[in-house]
Structure formats: C-alpha cells, structure tokens
C-alpha cells in the first residue's frame, strides 16, 4: 500500500510540473507575441508620424488619380464616432480623391449622409449626379452611402427578375431544362435594375476584423482590400500609405 501511494504522489507531482511548466511556456509564448506587436505598432505609428510631416519624400509623389473609386468600409460600432469619420473623409477631400463609397452594415452613415456633404468643401452624392445625368466633376469629391440592406435588396430584386424571365418563357410553351441561373445571368440583371455599381479599385476597411463586413461581393471581383485597423486608431500616415502602396504596385490583370 506504501508503494502504491508513493507511486501515485509521484504521478501527481509530475502532473503539477508539468502543468506548471505548460502555463509557463504559454504565458512566455503570449509575451513574446505582445512583445512583437508592440514593437510593430511602434514602427507603424513612427512610420505614420515621419509620412505625416513629409520626411519620407517618396510618399510625396502620391498619383491619387490611379484610384477612380474609392470604398471606405467602417465598422458598426465605429460609425458613431461620428468626428473620426468627417476627419476621415476630410483627410481623402485633400488627398485629391473624388469618388468614394462609403460602407457600413447598419447604414448608419446613411442617415448623415446630407451632413457630411455639408460639412466637406466640395462634395456632391453620387445618386444626384446619377439622377440628373450629371458629368462626374473631378474637381468635386462624389459620394456613395451603401449598406448590407442594399445588397441584400439587389439580390433579392435580380433574383425576382430572372424568376419571371423562366416563368413568362415557360408559359409561353419554350421547352426549357432545370434552370441554373449563372454569375454571368445575375450579373445581368444586377445591371438591368442599376444596382451593379462601380467597382472600387480600392477597398480600406476600418476595424477590429479583416473582412470586407458585408460589402456587396459583386463589385469588389477586382478589389485590393486593406485592413486599417480600428477607426479609433487611424493615422494621416498610414492612409497615405496604403494609397501610395496601391498606385505603385503592377497590375497584370485588368476589369
């Protein structure tokens, strides 16, 4: 019995240190990890300070007008810091970009929309200019308020209508197989009801997680997709960054 208890003392004790050994190889894991995104973050935030102030002379020579659309996907809860976003879109006004769509799930934006036009020097809504048939001025920013209802409208009013294309064909007596409607078909009909959009050359999501949070997939085929990071932490530096990093990079493949 001694020798039996002896032996399950030692299995315990071996548990313990190894279960101790196990959390301290974790927590030195977990160390070195924040260690290394502290570290990014610093170069970054220096990196954003020395682009900001006009040091870095190569950042200078932003070609703005390589991005002829411009989408901004903001995350729900970021939407009410109502000041970041008008500073956000101020900081694109000067850049020189002039058309923008401006996402968010909720469509939050959408229902300031009228203010932000009004709060921006030279700004005008791309369905206004849509509506009266308008030329896009290049010298005034357009912009776009988008939400995941409207897709999920689009697709939903596309679907409808190839629905009643098969219906009214099959009264009309066509003999017709199982129908699959294809990407080329909705594709079509997404362009029939005006719901297909411009496609952004470039798509900058402000967030706590890198996907697109919704965003119509139908236009982004062709899309560069940068994660930001949160709205709360965004940086002059950094957005001119990602525009110089997109209008310096080779394309191969065009839409």
């Given at each position: 019995m001694d020798l039996k208890h002896g032996v399950?003392?030692?299995h315990r004790l071996i548990d313990m240190i190894s279960n101790i050994c196990l959390r301290l190889l974790w927590?030195?894991?977990h160390l070195l990890v924040s260690l290394w995104y502290l570290n990014v973050g610093i170069v970054q935030m220096i990196e954003s300070y020395l682009v900001s102030s006009g040091l870095l002379?190569?950042?200078?020579?932003?070609?703005?007008?390589k991005i002829q659309y411009l989408a901004i996907v903001v995350d729900s809860e970021d939407t009410y810091k109502?000041?970041?976003v008008l500073q956000l879109l101020k900081w694109l006004e000067a850049i020189g970009v002039r058309h923008l769509c401006l996402y968010d799930s909720k469509g939050v934006l959408k229902t300031f929309k009228k203010t932000i036009v009004k709060s921006l020097k030279n700004a005008m809504l791309f369905e206004e200019a849509v509506?009266?048939?308008?030329p896009l001025d290049e010298k005034k920013m357009t912009l776009e308020f988008t939400s995941s209802s409207d897709g999920k409208g689009a697709i939903t009013e596309a679907a409808n209508l190839l629905f009643m294309k098969y219906l009214k064909s099959a009264k009309a007596g066509v003999e017709q197989e199982e129908q699959l409607f294809t990407e080329a078909q909705m594709d079509e009909a997404l362009k029939a009801l005006g719901h297909r959009g411009p496609e952004p050359d470039l798509l900058l999501v402000y967030g706590p997680v890198r996907c697109y949070l919704g965003f119509s997939p139908w236009r982004i085929r062709y899309t560069e997709i940068v994660h930001m990071g949160p709205l709360q932490s965004m940086r002059y530096g950094s957005l001119i960054k990602a525009?110089?990093?997109f209008t310096t990079v080779c394309q191969n493949y065009g839409k």
């Open positions: 399950e003392r030692v927590h030195f894991l002379k190569r950042y200078n020579a932003l070609d703005v007008g109502f000041s970041k509506e009266k048939d308008l525009l110089y990093k």
